[in-house]
């Protein structure tokens, strides 16, 4: 059977399963939803134990962080990625899950070699840019301000 590339594109197209978009967004924006909603509240708890808004704000990420950690070393957070797809991405609980999932699937291959050395694989491109461009805005403020 002897197809050029564009015959090959549309079979490909009539076999591939149809996205069902309007239910991936729905889920996405829903689960997103509740992760931010879920984020609010515990900033709220920590607002009303007295913690000052920049503290509670603190602890809040952290909180996030650990329990986007914890759900993924249970594996509990891919089977809720799987089911809202891009809501997971929520910037800080998808950050830490891009950064103990490599750690723990390459933990076979030693602490150092292994989780150490892979942990930052899909993030570390993320904290270099973030770092590199941190630095290059804050020379760039330093040099406006003294003009």
Same mark, same amino acid.
């Given at each position: 059977?002897?197809? *050029? =590339?564009?015959? +090959?594109?549309? +079979?490909?197209?009539?076999?591939?399963?149809?996205?069902?978009? #309007?239910?991936?967004?729905?889920?996405?924006?829903?689960? %997103?939803?509740?992760?931010?909603? !879920?984020?609010? !509240?515990?900033? /709220?708890?920590? !607002?009303?134990?007295?913690?000052?808004?920049?503290?509670? %704000? *603190?602890?809040?990420?952290?909180?996030? &962080? #650990? !329990?986007?950690? $914890?759900?993924? %070393?249970? /594996?509990? +957070? /891919?089977?809720?990625?799987? #089911?809202?797809?891009?809501?997971?991405?929520?910037? &800080?609980?998808?950050?830490? /899950?891009?950064?103990?999932? =490599?750690?723990?699937?390459?933990?076979?291959?030693?602490?150092?070699?292994?989780?150490?050395?892979?942990?930052? *694989?899909?993030?570390?491109?993320?904290?270099?840019?973030?770092?590199?461009?941190?630095?290059? +805005?804050?020379?760039?403020?330093?040099? $406006?301000?003294? #003009?």
């Amino acid at each position: 059977m002897d197809m *050029t =590339p564009q015959e +090959y594109q549309e +079979y490909v197209k009539r076999l591939a399963p149809k996205s069902p978009i #309007f239910k991936d967004t729905a889920f996405a924006f829903f689960i %997103g939803g509740a992760i931010c909603a !879920l984020g609010q !509240l515990i900033q /709220n708890g920590f !607002l009303s134990l007295g913690l000052a808004k920049a503290d509670a %704000g *603190t602890a809040t990420s952290i909180c996030l &962080i #650990f !329990l986007s950690a $914890l759900l993924t %070393g249970l /594996n509990l +957070y /891919n089977s809720i990625a799987r #089911f809202a797809g891009a809501g997971t991405l929520v910037p &800080i609980t998808g950050f830490a /899950n891009s950064v103990v999932s =490599p750690a723990i699937d390459f933990k076979s291959e030693s602490i150092t070699q292994g989780s150490c050395a892979k942990m930052f *694989t899909i993030a570390g491109p993320v904290i270099v840019y973030g770092v590199s461009a941190s630095v290059i +805005y804050g020379i760039i403020l330093v040099l $406006l301000q003294s #003009f």
